[in-house]
Structure formats: C-alpha cells, structure tokens
C-alpha cells in the first residue's frame, strides 16, 4: 500500500518531468483554444453586423454560415484538447496505475462490458447510453480485478416528452471473490429502513424482483444496506461478521451509498460519482501536486477494496 | 346489504389464512435451515478420518486428542442419539478440532504439509458454512417466534398449538477463550 510519502516522492522525483511536457503541450493547448475562440466570436460578430444591415433580405441566410461557423470553432476546440487528453492519461495516469501496483495495466478508453454491468444484477433497468473509460485491470496478491468509470443512461422518448435516467454514474468495480459460493446475493443501500424502521423492512421483503430480503445481525450494517439473496445460509456464508463490519467500514470512507453484489464467485462493487474523474484540467497548471493525489485517491480507493474487503486472504477451498 | 356481510366475512377469512400460511412457512424454514445444518455436520464428520490420517504420523503426542475425536465420530453417525446429545458431542467434536489445529503449530512440518493444507482449507470451508447455517437457524427461529407472540398472529399460532423455539447457542465452556498457551504446552 503506497502512503502519501511515497506518492509525494514519486511526483517529485518521477512524474514531474513528464508533468512538464504535459504542461507545455496544454499551454500549446490553451492558446490554440483562445486563439480560435477569439476568430470565431469575432468573424460571427462581424458577420452578425453586416446582417444587422441587410436585415431584411438576407437575414436567415447570413444567420445560417455564422452557426456553422460557431460549430467549426467548437469542433476544432474539441481536436485541440482530444490530443492533449489522450497524452496525459498515457503519461500521468498510466505511470499512477504503475505506481499504485506493477501489476496493474490501464486503457483509457476502455470500459467495463455492458454484459458484465448487467450481470452484476445490482441495477435492474438495462441503460441505452452506455459509455466509460479508464480501464484498469490485473492481479494483486492473489484476486483478478477489472474496474473503470462508467456513465450509463437510459433515454425514453423522443422530442418534448424526452426523459433522461441517469442509472449509474461513478467507479465499477469488479473482483474475483475468496470463497466459492453458486447463488446470488445482492447488497443495496437502505433508504426505507432508515425512515421507517420495522414498516420500512416488511417494504423490503414485498419486494419480489429482488429474492429473499436477508435479515443481518450487524446493526449498523443493516442500518446501511438492505440485502437480498437467493440463500439464506449461502448469503450469510458469504457476509460474514468480519465482511459486513468491513463494508460498513468501506461506505463510510467513501461517504457514499455502495452498491454490492455477488455472483458466479464474483464481487461486484459500484462507487456512485457526481463527477468526471481522471480527466486533465485544462484552465489550470499541471504542476501542482493536488490533482496527482486526487488522482491517486481515486486510483487506490478502488484499488484498495481488495484489503478494504480482504479479498486476499484465501483460508477457504478456493485458492 | 348482503355485500357488505360478504365482505365482512370474506376479509378475516382471508387474513386468516394469509397467517396461518405465513406461519407455516417460517416454521418449515426454521426446519429447512435445521436440515442444512444437519448436512453441513455429517461434511464435517466425514473430514475427520482424513483429518486423523494425515496427522497421526506427524503429531506423536497428540494420541489423546485423535482417539477422543474419533470416538466422538463414531458415536455420532451411529444415529442413535437424541437431539440434546447430538448437540453436547457437536460441541464437544468442536473443542477437540480447534485443540488439534492449535496443536499443529508445534509441528511445521505437518504445516506445510500440502495433503494437510488443503484438508484445511476445506474444514475452514466447512466451519464457516456451519457458521453461517447456524446464523441462519437463528433468524429462522427468530422471525417464527416473532409470529408466535406477537399480535394478531399469536392468536392463530396458539390455535395451531405452535410454541417457541429455543434459539442455537454456544455451550457455556465453549465460550471460555480457548487457552492456547495451555494447549500449546501440553
């Protein structure tokens, strides 16, 4: 597990030279961006001006080239920052990852399977806008883990009556859990029982589409999460009280609402995100060390669920 | 008129028998999970001839322990036990295994023995399973006895002459730490 120190160490000593070329190139980066904001904004001012003046005749047909004109600068803007990002995330993250564990690789414009997403089970509407990046992937200690962000929507109706559902947002993460196990269980956050108690619980178990409601004896646990499972032994085979203490102990370093599930020996965890994460900023230097251990932190949080839920101890049958 | 008396009569009936059939699944639950802990228990006493015949060769002074564990097996599946004593030879087949799993750490050499690691494995699998079937057998008997005293359904509960159910404990010296220093010496 890297500390800060070593983080500190590592920026100091290897990234800040590639943080520097980064930083040239987003400079570069900036001005273009300026440069070809200010020729649009002026050439569509002026061409706005002479329609001022002929406005009655030509009006729609000079508004036209001038939208055109707007969406030529912002798809040039678009080109300008696509290389820039490409190259920082090959350069910073990439050598972050590394950092974190040799044995990890990254893609960066690689995601999670959408069949992978929905074999999870812990979200039950199948998005239609399914996008991600950040791949990370590889073996620590003795556990295969896939992860990367995901953004999946799903969109109905068209025009007017347009709804947009965001059904998740944020970090995926996929591990190959310590002990063998054939059903499937699935742990949710708790809203009803924290507002309602006993009432919210009895809610809970109406709810067929999800399997048996499996009621945990860790209180704070149970205050959190409200899981479902095909078994009700297997179910508590798999959250021991050392586990459940130990997700309770998770949720509350991330301060968010958790979605858990296991499946065909497989833990799925989904980390819900407001925001884009391993994107470079644009507007700001590089050379500063608090974006590189905003990174990191995100990097080891999901790299860290492998101790968080000590996926590496293998006492069991399976190895 | 004759609606509302349908009704009226219709509506407790129905309940009713939304609670009996409520209460027969919870005591056939708590009957199921008992049947699984049962299974997980004849796994466990299966392991033990494996277990004595790996270590007997390794673990000379621990004759004492490997006859007390195979007698207590053989009693045991000969079926001939009530319930209570089915429960005391668990609990006592329980104290002699941890005996003899601290008491292999005197012997690195039966440690690392790959035969003997992956018996292990598989009775740590197997101690985690009776773990968590016996969890299980509590919330059965929980959510049962729930039915039983609480109103409205105590009243069908004690028309049907359901009682309470005593939950799975552990017996009171098992919960005596295990002294490991004592173990490790003798």
């Known amino acids: 597990m890297k500390t800060l120190e070593d983080l500190k160490n590592f920026y100091e000593t290897a990234l800040m030279p590639d943080l520097k070329v980064i930083e040239q190139q987003r400079r570069s980066v900036v001005h273009k961006v300026a440069w070809v904001v200010i020729a649009t904004v002026s050439i569509a001012a002026v061409a706005f001006f002479v329609a001022a003046q002929s406005l009655h005749e030509a009006g729609p047909v000079v508004i036209f080239p001038i939208i055109v004109g707007l969406l030529i600068g912002a798809g040039v803007c678009y080109l300008l920052t696509r290389g820039y990002v490409a190259d920082f995330k090959a350069l910073v993250i990439e050598r972050i990852v590394h950092f974190i564990d040799e044995n990890l690789s990254y893609e960066p414009k690689r995601c999670i399977d959408k069949s992978t997403f929905m074999l999870s089970k812990i979200f039950t509407t199948k998005p239609n806008r399914y996008k991600g990046d950040d791949f990370v992937s590889g073996k620590v200690g003795a556990t295969e883990i896939q992860f990367s962000e995901l953004n999946a929507v799903y969109e109905s109706g068209s025009g007017r009556n347009r709804h947009r559902y965001t059904v998740f947002r944020g970090i995926f993460f996929v591990g190959d859990f310590n002990k063998h196990f054939t059903g499937q269980t699935i742990v949710l956050p708790d809203t009803a029982e924290k507002l309602f108690g006993r009432l919210g619980q009895k809610l809970q178990s109406l709810n067929i589409f999800r399997g048996n409601l499996i009621k945990l004896e860790d209180p704070e646990f149970e205050s959190h999460f409200a899981v479902y499972g095909s078994d009700q032994v297997e179910a508590r085979y798999i959250l021991s009280t050392s586990l459940m203490a130990r997700i309770t102990d998770f949720k509350e370093k991330t301060g968010k609402k958790i979605y858990l599930s296991f499946i065909g020996s497989m833990v799925f965890v989904a980390v819900p995100y407001t925001r884009d994460l391993f994107e470079p900023r644009l507007f700001k230097t590089l050379l500063d060390f608090e974006p590189v251990r905003q990174y990191f932190d995100d990097l080891q949080l999901a790299v860290g669920i492998i101790d968080d839920l000590n996926l590496n101890t293998r006492i069991w049958s399976k190895e | ?186």
């Open chain 2, 1 to 186: 008129m004759w609606i509302a008396v349908g009704i009226g009569v219709a509506v407790p009936v129905v309940v009713v028998i939304i609670i009996y059939n409520g209460l027969i699944a919870r005591k056939n639950q708590v009957a199921k999970v008992f049947g699984t802990i049962d299974a997980l228990l004849k796994k466990r006493y299966d392991l033990i001839p494996q277990l004595v015949a790996t270590v007997k060769a390794y673990m000379q002074h621990e004759r004492s322990l490997l006859t007390e564990i195979t007698e207590a097996r053989a009693k045991a599946v000969s079926g001939r036990l009530s319930d209570d004593q089915q429960v005391e030879l668990d609990n006592i087949v329980s104290k002699t295994l941890g005996s003899i799993m601290v008491a292999v750490e005197n012997y690195p050499d039966l440690k690392a023995n790959q035969n003997f690691m992956h018996l292990q494995r598989t009775m740590n699998e197997i101690e985690e399973q009776i773990s968590a079937a016996r969890r299980a057998y509590n919330a059965a008997v929980e959510a049962f006895n729930n039915a039983v005293e609480m109103f409205p359904t105590n009243i069908v509960a004690s028309m049907m002459g359901y009682k309470t159910k005593s939950f799975f404990e552990i017996a009171a010296e098992q919960r005596e730490n295990v002294n490991a220093d004592k173990l490790l010496k003798s």
